[in-house]
């Protein structure tokens, strides 16, 4: 370095100016497209656990309201297995339609 003499000294420092600035740019870049898939990942996770839980609450709410119990599938298992087959598939496309594709 010291056998650079003051101008080829200012043209080196003004080049690693330019590139930590090209660099720094390049990384802002980076973290501003990063950030509306952090929010769109957020959502997609927010909407995912409501659409979770609305699902469960429907499964219970439904296997109670036809007695759909633990002694039914002790007994009945085939029948039990029916039901339960039957209710899931009602909850899903309630929470389907409400929530996933509304």
Known sequence: MKALCGNKMATL????????????KNLIARLLEALPTHKFNCYHAYIDKQAEEMFFRLVKQFSEKENVTEKLKAENQMI????????RSRAT??????????
Do not use: A, L, R, T
């Not at 420092?13 to 720094?24: A, P």
């Not at 496309?93 to 509304?102: L, R």
């Open 80 to 87: 039990w297995v029916q039901k339960m087959n039957n209710i």
């Open 13 to 24: 420092f003004e080049y690693q100016k330019v590139k930590s600035y090209q660099i720094f």
């Open 93 to 102: 496309e309630i929470v389907n339609h409400d929530i996933i594709y509304n």
